[in-house]
Every structure is written in structure tokens, then in C-alpha cells.
């Protein structure tokens, strides 16, 4: 694996993003390849409906339908880099596939002080400032600290407080070409303006194992994928490809997602139940 150096930890813990410019350039072409095959064959769009450019479009899980994405989490750049910063144990958290149109405003992936989560972001378009790269706030990431809880209790009424717009909150910009890599703490906070009505990005979340004694918050969280009315934590290809390496990262979540398939099936049979009037 390619571990992070101690620089890069430092600014990771300081600012709560690191950028990888160039690091995918050898497998980008059969990334987005493989990311569109993944769209044609689920309708191209949200649920199976076509993508309008008018909102945005998501598929969950993503990467863990396609033998080749799922192969990313095998790659020893992107490994390195999460095993530098969870621990060689991590796990992985799961996908989603995006085809963004329009803004996207100021929140964080999660406020979680006990546990440290990451996004690996994968942009397949060219994005800058005003075209829907990513922006993040550093340092927004640090729980606990006077500035960053200020920002968490106010950013939602900017206007207000601060009398500026979203877009106007200062950020860094971190524009991205396809082959680029993103990486940042989901506690960090983030936002997105402008660019094309679809624009194409998906992710991976990587986690810190989980101890004993909060198995339980874990089957908690797991139950929320019930909403994507799935059965696994994971997708088919991910678990089918999966070799002795790669299972390191997926046995926690596998060996706790039981209750899984019956939350998924109440949650079709509600969504088909006839509308009452």
C-alpha cells in the first residue's frame, strides 16, 4: 500500500481534505467507461427514470455494482490512503453515483465526534469555481472547537448572520479534472455551485472499525440503506470479487447488516401501498 507521509497527516487533521491531483490518470478512461455502462443500465437517470438536468440524479449503491469500480478499493493508492488515516482494519462505508444539476449547499456528511469517516470523491468532468467542484471550508471538520461549532450552528442562515449568500461563504475551491481525487473528513463542511446539469461524480466512504461496545450505532446506521431497498450493505459485484484483502474491509458491516432485508422489504411494500386521499 502507498501510506500517506506525516506531512500529509498533519494537513488532513488540520484541514480535513487532501487532494490528489493526477493520481487515477492511468485508470480514469475505464473508470468512466464503466460509470456510464452502470447508468445505461439502470435507466440513466434516478430510480430508473430518465436524468431531467433539472435535479439531481442518485445511484445507491454504485461503485459496488460494477466489478471494475469495485476493484478501487483494491487499488494501493486508495487503500494506502484510507489505511494512513482509519487504521489497516478500516471499513468500507459504502457508494453513491450522482449526476448533480444545480447547487448544492453548505452541510457536512456527518457530525460525529467518536468515529472518523472519509470520502474519496471522484469527479469525471472538469469542474471549477463556478462549474460545481467541490468547495470545502478547512478546518470546519474539528468538533468540539469554538470556531467550527459556530459555523455548524450558523451556516444554515448565512443571510442572516453573516449577510452573504451561500456561495459568497469563504471557501477553498478544489477544482478537479477527471483523474484528480478528493478525499476529506465527512465532518468537514462542503458545498458545490454552478456547472452543467450533469455532471458526473461518484464516491467511496471508508470508516474506523468499529468496537464492541457500539456494534449496535453500526446496525443503526446500516438501517437507514433500507431507503435504497437494499438487502446487503454492499452490492452483489463488491461481495463477488472480493478477495482476502479486500474482505478485511467488508466483514464488520457484512457480519452486522442481518436485519437489513426485511427493513428493505417494508420499505417497498409502504412505497407501493396506494396513496389515500
Known amino acids: 500500500m502507498s501510506y500517506l507521509t506525516p506531512q500529509q497527516m498533519s494537513f488532513f487533521d488540520t484541514f480535513g481534505y487532501l487532494a490528489f491531483p493526477g493520481l487515477l490518470n492511468d485508470r480514469i478512461a475505464k473508470i468512466i467507461e464503466a460509470f456510464e ?9 434516478h430510480n430508473g427514470k430518465p436524468h431531467d438536468g433539472k435535479q439531481r440524479s442518485c ?61 474519496f470523491a471522484f469527479y469525471l468532468d472538469p469542474v ?23 459555523l455548524q ?22 477544482e478537479t479534472k477527471p483523474g484528480d481525487l478528493v478525499m476529506f473528513n465527512h465532518n468537514t463542511k462542503h458545498a458545490a455551485f454552478g456547472g452543467s446539469a450533469r455532471r458526473r461524480m461518484f464516491t467511496l466512504n ?25 438487502d446487503r450493505a454492499y452490492g452483489e459485484a463488491m461481495i463477488r470479487t472480493a478477495g482476502p484483502r479486500r474482505m478485511v ?3 464488520q458491516l457484512l457480519a452486522n447488516d442481518g436485519h437489513l432485508a426485511e427493513l428493505s422489504r417494508k420499505a417497498r411494500e409502504k412505497m407501493s401501498e396506494p396513496s389515500r386521499g
Open 206 to 230: 471508508c470508516g474506523q472499525r468499529v468496537p464492541e461496545d457500539r456494534l449496535q450505532e453500526l446496525r443503526n446506521d446500516l438501517a437507514g440503506a433500507a431507503r435504497f431497498w437494499v
Open 128 to 150: 471549477g469555481r463556478d462549474t460545481g467542484c467541490l468547495r470545502v471550508i478547512p478546518g470546519s471538520h474539528r468538533i468540539g472547537e469554538p470556531w467550527p461549532e459556530l
Open 153 to 174: 450552528k450558523n451556516i444554515g442562515r448565512c443571510q442572516e448572520v453573516w449577510g452573504v449568500g451561500q456561495r459568497d461563504i469563504p471557501a477553498l475551491a478544489l
Open 59 to 119: 445511484l445507491a449503491p454504485c461503485a459496488d455494482r460494477s466489478e471494475y469500480l469495485s476493484s478501487l478499493l483494491d487499488d494501493p493508492r486508495i487503500e494506502g490512503i484510507a489505511a494512513s488515516v482509519l487504521g489497516d482494519d478500516f471499513n468500507y462505508g459504502g457508494s453513491d453515483g450522482n449526476l448533480y444539476a444545480g447547487d448544492t449547499g453548505w452541510h457536512s456528511d456527518g457530525w460525529n465526534p467518536s468515529s472518523l469517516n472519509i470520502k
Open 249 to 251: 474491509h467488508l466483514e
Open 37 to 45: 455502462e452502470l447508468w445505461a443500465l439502470h435507466g440513466g437517470g
